[in-house]
């Protein structure tokens, strides 16, 4: 790339007044969080993740997950605001990214930076409401409702625990999967991260297995309507799901957001595969 190429470049990505706002920030703070950003200029998760994708060759974190600019994004801080004739003109760039407001309002990205920013209570937090939704599974016999080789007897017997840790391993083999795509990608990314943030995917299921668990012990007789119902609202929860898991793909690895979701949607689909199997 020549050096006009690059100057070019940077023109486009700061000729935003957002992103330019951006750099003086992080610049002048050192070191700071998300939350911060987003207060110091008003914006949106969405929004602010946004704009921090467009300038992320010129910004990294540190242990804290905090953002700074390195040296590419001192250099730029330093033509913005010593040597702005030489970056970028007044007429600012208008871009708009159709898909921002609806990731934003269906998998805020504000969510994975607050799992993000205590990762290790993340994680445990976050393996706990594993077990229970995959124990919930059992015991509401949500499998049950496509087959009836999962309908378990009691809390623990008719192998609830076996079918929880299978479930469970369920879930970690598509952290794995995910983890060996983005290798094969050749995409840097922390597998404990990318591991929180798939992991964040479970707490949908969380409203499809709260009331099919209460008429479950409750002994309610479902009606045929009923069960379409039941499994229209756990295809919803499976696609918001993917969703944000793609998310947490996009946040944790930087690829792009439809990358993402094609990766989760293969998830998806394997996981479809694995149902069709044990029908």
């Known amino acids: 790339m ?3 190429d690059q100057s070019y470049i940077e023109l486009k990505i700061f000729s935003n007044n957002i992103r330019r706002e951006l750099v003086r920030v992080i610049g002048e703070s050192g070191s700071i969080s998300f939350s911060s950003i987003k207060e110091e200029l008003d ?3 969405g929004r602010l993740y946004f704009h921090l994708k467009k300038i992320d060759p010129y910004i990294e974190k540190d242990n804290q997950n905090f953002y700074r600019l390195n040296e590419e994004g001192k250099r730029i801080s330093f033509l913005l605001f010593h040597e702005k004739e030489a970056l970028f003109t007044d007429k600012a760039e208008q ?3 159709k898909t921002i407001g609806f990731v934003d309002r269906v998998a805020p990205s504000g969510i ?3 799992f993000l920013g205590t990762k290790t209570r993340s994680m445990i937090e976050l393996n706990i409401v594993l077990l229970v939704i995959c124990w919930l599974f059992g015991l509401t016999e949500a499998y049950g409702l496509l087959s009836n080789s999962f309908r ?3 809390f623990f017997g008719g192998g609830a625990i076996v079918n929880t840790l299978l479930s469970i391993a369920h879930w970690y083999i598509y952290i794995g999967i995910i983890a060996l795509i983005l290798v094969i990608l050749k995409t840097k990314f922390d597998f404990f991260e990318l591991s929180i ?3 964040i995917g479970t707490i ?3 409203l499809y297995l709260i009331p099919v668990g209460i008429m479950f012990l409750v002994g309610t007789e479902i009606p045929e309507w009923g069960q379409i119902l039941i499994r229209i609202l756990y295809v919803l929860c499976k696609v918001w799901s993917t969703i944000l ?3 947490a793909i996009t946040i944790t690895s930087k690829r792009k957001w439809h990358e993402s979701f094609i990766i989760a949607s293969i998830l998806m689909f394997l996981d479809y595969v694995y149902l069709f199997i044990q029908l």
């Open 152 to 154: 378990l007897e009691s």
């Open 95 to 97: 871009e708009e990214d």
């Open 204 to 206: 949908p299921y969380l």
């Open 112 to 114: 994975f930076y607050y």
């Open 43 to 45: 914006l949106t998760d």
């Open 245 to 247: 898991i793609a998310q």
């Open 197 to 199: 943030g798939v992991l």
């Open 2 to 4: 020549t050096e006009d």
